[in-house]
């Protein structure tokens, strides 16, 4: 094989060190404008997402994932998810919401994330446009999310 050819194989292996399920998902810009999928408070650790979601957190779906949000199927490529999670704040007798923990992303590019069900996962830190925190998306997020193989790896349903 032609060394250079050699050379440039091994830069890409190496290159995907360190990201167990494929390459880099972008930062969703304008999510705050897709389409509203339903919204939860996780308040106490009687809830098992307590620790990693613990908070106030609404789903969105961009316009491209929004028709299997809402009748069910396959997600197409170029589907994003968000996951947009806050603290939620105990005010006179209400949970109002707070700062920014994180948001939580996947996006559907079947080629790129074949490892992880066409899923490529990722989260940003607080209101971090630029600062993830997954290091093994495998085993950070696809390992609880495989349980929804049968809706395509997603937990949410739109709420009508
Ligand atoms: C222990 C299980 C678990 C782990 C680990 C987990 N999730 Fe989730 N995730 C859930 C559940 C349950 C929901 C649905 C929440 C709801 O109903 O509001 C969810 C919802 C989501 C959604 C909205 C779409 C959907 O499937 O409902 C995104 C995006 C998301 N998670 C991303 C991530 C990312 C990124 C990671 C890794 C950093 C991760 N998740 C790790 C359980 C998990």
């Known amino acids: 094989m032609d060394r250079r050819l050699l050379s440039l194989l091994t830069i890409l292996a190496l290159g995907r060190v360190g990201y167990a399920a494929g390459p880099e998902v972008e930062y969703p810009s304008g999510f705050r404008q897709w389409a509203h999928v339903k919204s939860m408070v996780i308040y106490s650790d009687k809830h098992p997402l307590f620790g990693q979601f613990g908070g106030f957190h609404s789903v969105y779906v961009n316009p491209k994932g ?6 069910g199927g396959s997600f197409p490529d170029g589907s ?3 996951f947009d999670l806050l603290e939620a704040r105990e005010e ?5 919401e707070g700062s920014r923990k994180l948001i939580g992303v996947m996006v559907k590019d079947r080629q790129r994330y074949k490892v992880a069900g066409g899923w490529g996962f990722e989260a940003f830190k ?3 446009r630029t600062e993830r925190t997954v290091t093994d998306a495998t085993a950070e997020c696809f390992a609880c999310h495989q349980k929804q193989k049968a809706n395509d790896f997603v937990y949410s349903g739109f709420r009508p």
């Open 66 to 71: 929004l028709p299997a949000m809402t009748k």
């Open 80 to 82: 994003v998810l968000v």
């Open 92 to 96: 006179n007798g209400a949970y109002v």
């Open 126 to 128: 607080g209101d971090s």
